[in-house]
């Protein structure tokens, strides 16, 4: 994994650490269709974190 790579990974997790916590704010705040708008926003960001994780995931060998 080359110094970019890690960068990049470590950004989007941070990224969505933090609309995290905004999507709690909004809805403590009394903001639930902002919340709303974030959740729909922030699945680009989580399907990328998953399809990276799936990718480089080992499957145990099935034993014969």
């Known amino acids: 994994m080359g110094l970019i790579e890690s960068f990049a990974k470590g950004f989007l997790i941070y ?3 933090v609309w ?4 709690v704010e909004f809805f ?6 902002l919340a709303i708008l974030m959740i729909i926003a922030f699945i680009v960001p989580a399907s990328m974190i998953l399809y990276g994780y799936l990718k480089t995931r080992r499957t145990p060998k099935a034993k014969s």
Do not use: A, R, S, Y
Not at 20 to 23: L, P, S
């Open 15 to 17: 990224t969505c650490v």
């Open 28 to 33: 403590v705040t009394g903001q639930p269709f």
């Open 20 to 23: 995290i916590f905004v999507i």
